[in-house]
């Protein structure tokens, strides 16, 4: 026990976060003045892959938010999607649950008001929550430092600011489900998952999602490993406005596998209703929105896996 501690607590240590806290925060955010305005999406996702930290997905919200809502909440607001490819297959052997945070995303705003430029991202704790993977496995340790050494790159003279969010839930942190494909005559998973993903992104855009990216991993102990990132606009939009560290958290991830050794494939994704917790969501509206948001992709699933 002792060692496990001495491991896990080093962890913290070489990533440059304090464990004198009481709880370790599942959200981290790195922050820098930004007062000459060099600083922008872009040079972070330059300086994000010059790390070996891949950015896929960058986008401009504010850009959306103004068109669809006709009024933004904040100076800059961007949502992006990044992997270290690698390393996550370095852990896909050993914890499929690592496409519940494949990709990882983040948020990149200002603050005008300090003129400051902000990037929210799961913390090692914050990865290690949510898929259940020790927080002592050193390739789950190297992806956090991967993103602490892009941070810092992004960033120069950057710090970590306090972060005082709830890191407890009494709902379950993950949404999961189960399907055994029924394969017809010359058909294989990959034919029956391909069928079942077409209906499922069919489902998607009626409801509001949207599918910023999806990714096909390959590895020799998978018939097949697919994840999607997914948002909602109007779940993030409101949450944003005096959350603006959700982007930790949305997009989202949905995973969707089958082990060769196995009969079943699995479909999960972070319950997204732990946002409210999570961030201390208190205004209702919002609130409703983010259950609304679970609840209707829940629905989708329960329905194609019955």
């Known amino acids: 026990m002792k060692k496990i501690l001495k491991v896990f607590i080093g962890a913290f240590l070489v990533l440059g976060v304090s464990v004198c806290a009481a709880e370790i925060q599942n959200i981290q955010i790195f922050s820098v003045d930004n007062t000459k305005g060099t600083i922008n999406a872009k ?3 330059k300086a994000f892959n010059a790390s070996g930290v891949v950015v896929d997905v960058n986008n401009d919200m504010n850009s959306i938010f103004s068109k669809r809502y006709g ?5 800059n607001y961007n949502l992006a999607i990044f992997t270290n490819p690698k390393l996550v297959s370095k852990l896909m ?3 499929p649950s690592i496409g519940l945070i494949t990709p990882l995303s983040m948020s990149i705003y200002e603050d005008a008001a300090k003129n400051t430029i902000n990037i929210s991202t799961l913390s090692l704790a914050g990865m290690a929550r949510v898929t259940k993977i020790p927080v002592t496995d050193p390739d789950l340790i190297e992806y956090a430092k991967a993103v602490d050494t892009a941070l810092h790159k992004a960033l120069p003279n950057g710090k970590y600011l306090s972060v005082n969010h709830n890191t407890k839930s009494s709902k379950p942190l993950t949404t999961e489900f189960a399907i055994e494909f029924e394969l017809e005559d ?11 993903e077409e209906e499922f992104e069919s489902e998607l855009g009626p409801v509001g999602f949207l599918i910023p990216k999806s990714y096909k991993l390959q590895h ?6 697919d994840t999607y990132s997914i948002i909602r606009f109007n779940a993030i939009y409101p949450v944003s406005k005096n959350h603006p560290d959700a982007g930790a958290y949305a997009p989202f991830s949905v995973v969707i596998y089958k082990k060769k050794d196995e009969k079943e494939a699995h479909i999960a994704f972070p319950s997204i209703e732990n946002w409210i917790s999570d961030l201390d969501i208190r205004d209702e509206a919002t609130a409703k929105a983010v259950r609304e ?4 992709i829940k629905t989708i699933l329960e329905e194609l896996t019955e």
């Open 93 to 95: 052997k050993k914890y």
């Open 43 to 45: 040079s972070i996702e």
């Open 186 to 196: 010359g058909d294989t998973y990959v034919d029956a998952k391909d069928s079942f």
């Open 293 to 296: 948001t679970h609840g209707k």
């Open 71 to 75: 009024k933004v909440h904040h100076k």
């Open 220 to 225: 020799d102990d998978y018939d097949f490993f």
